[in-house]
């Protein structure tokens, strides 16, 4: 992961306990991942434990609770034999883990594969 990187200020926050997952993520990541709880989601990502991740693309959020502008994140992964789609942003005063579930749309090639 390059330094500088949403991917990587991602990673140290979750070293630094800085994180939160919406309900909605932390049960696709139970759901289809396996993950128990939020802690293991963190663990997980502070690890860099994802066999590939690469950049999708930054998009302002549409539903913001914040009282500034929030961009979102987005990732798509592979951990194993699974495919995935991460997507966060940099909330005050903790980074929020939006969406974290099976790719909806997944590109014409698999991460991967060739």
């Known amino acids: 992961m ?18 939160r997952l919406t309900k909605q993520a932390l ?9 128990l709880s939020a802690e293991d989601v963190v663990r997980f990502i502070a690890q860099q434990a994802f066999d590939e991740i690469e950049f999708i693309d930054t998009k302002p959020l549409e539903w913001n609770p914040e009282p500034f502008p929030v961009d979102v994140h987005a990732y798509r992964f592979r951990m194993g034999r699974k495919e995935g789609y991460l997507a966060f942003y940099f909330g005050d005063p903790s980074t929020v883990i939006k969406s974290l579930h099976p790719e909806r749309f997944p590109p014409k090639r698999s991460m991967g594969r060739r």
């Open 27 to 35: 049960n696709d990541a139970r759901d289809h991942y396996g993950f």
């Open 2 to 19: 390059e330094r500088g990187t949403p991917i990587w200020t991602l990673t140290r926050q979750c070293k630094i306990g800085s994180v």
